[in-house]
Structures are given as C-alpha cells and as structure tokens.
C-alpha cells in the first residue's frame, strides 16, 4: 500500500513546495479545509504521473472522491457558499463535516491500496496484448462495429434489458484500445469514429460524463502507448481541466434549451448558450464559480443528511443498505418493490431535503455510510468499499495472467462508479453486472482458447515430398 500511495515516479518535492506555498499564502486558512485540499493535490498527482503506465483506476476513484467530498466543501466554505442558494449551501459547521469526510475518504483509499500489490489489474501488458490483436486482426473491427450496433439496439428495448445492452456497446472502446495498443501504424478511422460518437451522443442527451470519462481512459491508453512527456501530460491536462469547467458552465443552460426549448441539441445551441453566459460577464464572477463548485460538491448533500440523521430519522444499521444491495443485485422480476434509479422519495427521507419531480440527486457512498452506521461505522463501511473495488481489480489481474486483453475491460467495469455524486445501488449494480459481463468474455476467451489447443496438426502433403 505504502509503494503505491507514495510512488517513486511522483515527484514528491512538488507536493511539499506546494504545500508550503498554500500554508504560507493563506495562514488563516483552516488546518481541516487545508489537509482536505492536501489530500485531493496527493490523489491527483498520483494519477498525474501513472498516465503514460498504467490505466489508472485506483488513482481516479481516489482523485473523484477527493474532489467532490473534500475538494468543493472547501470552496463552500471558503466562500463559495456566500452566494449560493441556501439549501445548496454545506449545512452544518466544517469541523463536523470534515471530522468524518476526511476519515471516510482516506478509509476509502486504503481500502483501494492495502491488497493492491504493484496495482494490479492495472498495469497493462502492452507486448502481450499488441500480439493478440496482431493473432486476432478483426477482433478490434468486430468489437467496433458490434459496439455501434449494440449503441442502436439499447435505444429499442426496456431498461432492464437496456443495461445490458449498454455495457455491450461499450465495446467499442476495448475495440479501439486494442487498435491503439497495437505495434503497427495506428489507424486513426475507428478512433475518429468512436471519439465522434461519444460527442455526438453526449450533445444529443445533453449528459456529458460518457464524453469527459472515456475521454480520460482513451487518453490514458493513447498514453501507454506514446509515453508523452511531462510537459505535454501538463498541457493536455490543462486542456482537458478547461473543457470540463467549460462543460460544467454550459450544461445547464444547454440542457434548459434542449430540454425545454425549441433549440434542437447540437454544437449551434451551445454555442448560443456559451454566448448568452459571455453577454451577462458570468464566467469568471463568484457567482459562476459557486455554481460550477455545486456541480463537483457531494458534500452539501452529505451535511444535510448530517443534519438530519439521527435528529429526524435513527441510524439505519445496515437496514437501508440491504434495500441498496437487494437493488443492485436482484432483477425486478425477483425484486418488485426495489428501489428506482433516482428515487426521489428516497433521497428526500434521508437527506431531509425537498427536490422537484424530475430532479435527481444521490445520496453518495459516504452519505450511504453515514445513514447506515454513524461516522466510525461509516468510516469501517468506506474501507471495505475500497476493498470491494480493489478485490474486483485483482479478479482482473489473475485472470490477465493467462489473457492480457482482460486488463482493457477495467474501464468498462469502472467507468460508472468513478462518480461519487451517484446513487450507491446503481453503482453496485453497474459493478456486478459488469464484472459478470468481463467474466463471460473470460470464458468465452477460455473456450476458443482450448478450441486452438485441440486443433490436430496439419496433415503433411506427402505427394510434395521429393
């Protein structure tokens, strides 16, 4: 644990000079909001510097969490709250908060490290898995072209059925890594293609994470690949920074005119939208920053359930979090009464809070933690959901033992539950039907790989013989 929370290729000089530099710059600055920044700089340099090695895994989930349940309360409380609409606001004072956010995040990133070995399932065999792709040449192709046909027929089926459907879309993505991570000329068309897609998706259904989390896992493999240097890391990265905040600006007014509009979803409306919130000088005023802080802050919501539990509603005991488990894990079929994806009734009675029909907010895991066992158990909760993460990463390693390609598909497992800002069921959900996904493609892989070993030799054409 201790080698990969504190990797040799960071450059750790950094960190302190940067740590000294916001100590000395703000000496009032409260010691919790300041270990809550420290923390979020340690996890974001962390990933920082495995782009290029590995496909990160372990260091987003970390660098998420940070940043929406210590990184935004910070702002909050440092100001951002000043102009923010008060049931947006952080609810209770910041070392309440803090005494046990910061505990549960760093619970939740040792339950990540402590059996993560040299960050396994991680690490990607880039020799091994340019041999396959040279052994399965179409594999890619079929894994693009299935992936867009999977996209089509998602759009055709109920929900429930619907999942599946867009796990398997998601193919595409494996289909491209293993085009990049090829040794010959990269082909760049299905790269185009995919890249396209997901803009033009996202555009469509006004939901941008898709585009900003594949994004980062296109852009770690392309990485792995070309080994890019620090200066170029840091300019993509800035790049990469200035689109979300630009995202994160737009989005609401996008979706406003999408939504509710007559604007018809494309590249023209948000340009139209980016205009509008130029003409009022909102970008840069403590008003635009406090709403885009609100997008990356899980945290208020975490305080309102603070509030609320156990003044108005008792600690559950694990009572809530079997409904969470019987969600993720159960069919409708067997589960009837289960919970719905963004359940507001759900929501309201334990965060207290009062949302409009057809808005929808999670409680969050921590929050999820908090409501079941109080902040010790809360805490012990968040470890072994870090341990839950890192367990199925380590499924991933052993099985890319005897089929590298497998590694590829931590991305398809993880590309949901990197949001802390989403309901905890359709996180667990998402995980074990994803993972039960990767593991019928391990079979599948297992099956034709026996099929090859028992393919009798050849038999020699004796009449060539002179």
Not at 24 to 51: G, R, V
Not at 81 to 107: G, N
Not at 243 to 255: D, H, N, T, V
Not at 295 to 319: C, D, L
Request: glycine share 8%.
């Amino acid at each position: 644990m201790f080698k990969t929370l504190f990797n040799t290729n960071v450059n750790w000089s950094l960190y302190v000079t940067i740590a000294l530099f916001i100590r000395l710059l703000f000496p009032q600055m409260d010691w919790y909001i300041y270990f809550a920044i420290m923390i979020f700089i340690h996890q974001f340099l962390l990933l920082f510097y495995a782009i290029g090695s590995i496909i990160p895994v372990r260091y987003l989930l970390g660098t998420f969490m940070c940043l929406q349940i210590l990184l935004g309360p910070s702002f909050a409380y440092l100001g951002a709250d000043e102009v923010q609409r008060q049931q947006y606001r952080m609810q209770i004072p910041l070392d309440e908060y803090f005494s046990y956010a910061i505990p549960a995040v760093l619970a939740f990133i040792a339950g990540l490290h402590i059996t993560a070995g040299k960050l396994k399932g991680e690490f990607i065999n880039q020799k091994a898995i340019s041999e396959f792709a040279d052994q399965n040449p179409h594999l890619p192709y079929y894994m693009v072209g299935f992936g867009f046909l999977f996209s089509v027929l998602m759009q055709m089926v109920p929900a429930e059925v619907g999942f599946v459907l867009v796990l398997l879309a998601n193919l595409k993505y494996i289909g491209v890594f293993l085009i990049v991570l090829r040794e010959k000329q990269l082909n760049v068309l299905p790269l185009v293609l995919v890249i396209a897609s997901v803009v033009l998706s996202s555009l469509a259904g006004a939901m941008f994470h898709d585009l900003l989390t594949w994004a980062l896992f296109i852009g770690s493999v392309m990485a792995i690949r070309y080994k890019p240097s620090v200066s170029f890391k840091t300019m993509v990265t800035v790049g990469f920074m200035l689109l979300a905040f630009l995202i994160q600006r737009l989005k609401g007014g996008y979706r406003q005119e999408v939504w509710y509009g007559n604007s018809e979803a494309g590249l023209e409306t948000l340009e139209k939208v980016y205009e509008a919130k130029t003409e009022k000088g909102g970008f840069f005023s403590l008003q635009s920053f406090s709403e885009s802080n609100l997008r990356i802050n899980q945290g208020f919501i975490i305080s309102h359930i603070m509030r609320n539990v156990p003044a108005k509603i008792p600690f559950q005991n694990g009572e809530q979090l079997m409904k969470i488990i019987e969600s993720a894990i159960l069919p409708r079929v067997l589960a009837p009464n289960k919970l719905n994806a963004g359940d507001r009734d759900f929501f309201m009675q334990y965060s207290g809070m009062r949302i409009r029909r057809g808005t929808s907010m999670a409680l969050g895991s921590p929050g999820d933690a908090y409501i079941n066992f109080g902040r010790s158990g809360g805490v012990v909760f968040m470890f072994c959901y870090g341990l839950l993460f890192s367990m199925v990463l380590g499924y991933l390693y052993k099985a890319s033992i005897a089929y590298p390609i497998i590694t590829l598909f931590s991305s398809l497992i993880f590309y949901y539950p990197i949001r802390p800002d989403c309901e905890l069921q359709t996180i667990l959900g998402h995980l074990f039907k994803a993972t039960f996904l990767v593991y019928v493609i391990f079979l599948f892989f297992k099956r034709e790989s026996a099929k090859q070993k028992r393919k009798p030799a050849a038999t020699p054409n004796l009449n060539a013989v002179p």
